[in-house]
């Protein structure tokens, strides 16, 4: 059985998920505290980072390589278009959602609001949390720009790109810090994307200390 050591509110994780379950690959969801720094899950990936995927006697780490490794295995149904330039947009996406977006907004919000309550490790600094929530307005307007052109974020077809801002996205929309009012373009992308088979698992998680908001599971919200 395959095996995915992930934590439900990791957005890394999450887009590993999503791509698994688009492909319908069969996964064994093994929760792992990270920062905890386990000795066995030191010995999966010694970068200490979530996902790690076991397939066979292979230990993969690093969610994008994981995605690119699934896509290159389980080519049907493909999340990477078949044009040099369509592989070239969705992979620069996935690093602006992966790099900046996880710098600029799920860091300094997910980081304050929920890791230092589950880590131990003091209260939210509320100047990052400002930050966080200034930053946030700019990423959608991005994405209401992009979505305003095109069907899905990096062209006409679903890709690996929606499945990343989504991954964060949702964590984010788990507690609620998501403003889908600012852009009625992105939140017809996100219920549309959120319809999806491969979203079921993600909107059952349940993250004890944090309840879900009512609208979490609502496909319409």
């Not at 790690?52 to 780490?61: E, P």
């Not at 930053?135 to 790109?161: C, F, T, V």
Request: aromatic fraction near 12%; include cysteine.
């Amino acid at each position: 059985m395959n095996r995915l050591y992930h934590y439900p509110l990791s957005p890394f994780s999450r887009k590993v998920r999503l791509s698994l379950a688009e492909k319908r690959i069969e996964v064994e969801l093994v929760e792992e505290r990270f920062w905890e720094q386990d000795a066995d899950f030191l010995r999966r990936n010694p970068a200490g980072k979530v996902p790690v995927l076991k397939m066979g006697n292979r230990m993969m780490a690093e969610s994008s390589a994981i995605c690119e490794y699934l896509e290159e295995t389980h080519p049907s149904p493909s999340l990477l278009p078949s044009d040099a330039d369509g592989r070239y947009e969705v992979r620069r996406l996935v690093a602006w959602f992966d790099d900046k977006f996880n710098s600029e907004v799920t860091n300094k919000l997910m980081g304050e609001r929920v890791f230092r309550k589950i880590m131990g490790t003091g209260y939210p600094d509320s100047a990052n949390v400002k930050a966080g929530s200034k930053a946030i307005k700019y990423h959608l307007d991005y994405m209401h720009w992009l979505l305003d052109q095109r069907r899905w974020l990096a062209g006409n077809e679903l890709s690996l790109a929606d499945f990343a801002a989504a991954a964060h996205l949702s964590c984010l929309d788990y507690v609620s810090d998501v403003d889908w009012n600012r852009s009625e373009i992105v939140k017809d992308w996100y219920a549309k994307i959120k319809s999806r088979p491969a979203f079921r698992s993600i909107l059952a998680d349940q993250i004890s200390g944090f309840p879900q908001p009512n609208h979490y599971n609502d496909l319409d919200f």
